[in-house]
């Protein structure tokens, strides 16, 4: 007779010399179990199975010293920190703490709760999967709800998402949801704009730039000396224009379409672009990262004539690199050589610069 699977639970006494790091005197742990003959008595533990609860243990335990050294440090781009991680399908959370601000919520790190302002660019689970978490941890520090922007399209649904929450869990989500679209901008500060552009992936998505507000003197008075100007202003003439400074763009997913779209040329001017670079080598082809919604990095050096940023932050590495292939990518066109820098995945080293063509550590 021929039973089906059953789990038994068992009690392991962890062997001394594995060392297993924070073992209790005994670990209590599910198995499968199954067998021809009805028997009271689980198998025996398989051979190995310990050894592979410990590499698992060893592995979290250096993926979250990893983490924390991410977290640490983060990266000085143009005078802007920029903390977080991204991999592509996994987690992307860009933080920002200069203006108060963090793109996606894939993951929740401690430093994101801070951040007062939230740009979601699209709904896949990696880059909003943890708003009710984001929400919910503000809540139990009483800080103040948070304004979170979402592309309108995904507006009620992300309503929908946080009204779920609240009944399962019984903690109230306390949040300014904003629906704001390409083109529309909004005041985060007195001195700070926020607008949305247009992005390509395979759903509805959008970047973001944020602006700094400055004052330029018009034109017309442009030929004047200072006293002239100081006279003209103390007669209550208003003699500066206000000025939109892009300072960082955002695009999320997207694939290199956003380059050529003329209304994105705010992205592409902005001192800090952070944009993605899924793919990296001749494995997997540009025509699958389109399909996929992605880009490959060949395609950012094709373009390299359109970037006027001072500096660029390339994320969302597939899970299918190590970050020692990473770090081998032959960046080939000189333009961008200086200005690229990489997003560590959560596990890699800390961060990586260019330098004269060499990949070096940053706050190393």
Not at 192 to 204: E, N, Y
Request: aromatic share 8%.
């Amino acid at each position: 007779m021929a039973f089906s699977p059953t789990l038994y639970t068992t009690t392991i006494t962890p062997v001394p010399s594995l060392s297993l790091p924070h073992a209790s005197p005994s670990l209590s742990v599910s198995v499968p179990y199954s067998t021809a003959h009805s028997c009271t008595r689980p198998r025996a533990t398989p051979p190995g199975y310990l050894s592979v609860i410990h590499r698992a243990v060893v592995e979290e335990e250096e993926y979250r010293k990893a983490r924390a050294e991410v977290n640490r440090k983060g990266t000085e781009l143009e005078g802007l920190s920029v903390e977080g991680f991204s991999s592509g399908g996994m987690e992307t959370c860009i933080v920002l703490p200069t203006f108060n601000s963090v793109f996606d919520m894939g993951r929740c790190p401690s430093r994101a709760v801070h951040q007062d302002f939230l740009f979601i660019t699209h709904a896949h689970l990696d880059h909003i999967g943890s708003l009710p978490m984001y929400l919910a941890t503000r809540g139990l520090y009483s800080l103040k709800p948070p304004t979170v922007f979402v592309p309108p399209c995904i507006k009620k649904d992300v309503e929908r998402l946080l009204e779920v929450h609240p009944t399962m869990s019984n903690v109230e989500l306390n949040v300014d949801l904003v629906a704001l679209d390409a083109g529309e901008t909004y005041e985060i500060r007195n001195d700070l704009v926020a607008r949305p552009f247009k992005t390509h992936h395979v759903i509805p998505s959008q970047g973001y730039v944020i602006y700094s507000l400055r004052k330029k003197l018009k034109k017309k008075y442009a030929h004047l000396n200072g006293s002239q100007i100081k006279k003209l202003k103390n007669s209550g003439v208003e003699i500066t224009d206000m000025i939109l400074v892009p300072e960082v763009a955002f695009t999320g997913d997207t694939t290199s379409d956003f380059i050529l779209d003329p209304r994105n040329s705010d992205a592409l001017r902005a001192k800090v672009l952070i944009t993605e670079a899924t793919f990296l080598d001749e494995e997997i082809d540009v025509e699958h990262a389109k399909k996929h919604g992605h880009m490959h990095i060949s395609e950012i050096m094709e373009h390299a004539k359109w970037f006027r940023n001072e500096a660029i932050l390339l994320t969302h590495f597939s899970s299918h690199y190590t970050v020692e292939r990473i770090i081998e990518v032959n960046l080939t066109k000189a333009i961008l050589r200086t200005r690229i820098r990489f997003l560590p995945t959560p596990g890699s080293n800390p961060s990586f610069a260019t330098a004269e063509g060499d990949l070096v550590p940053i706050n190393g």
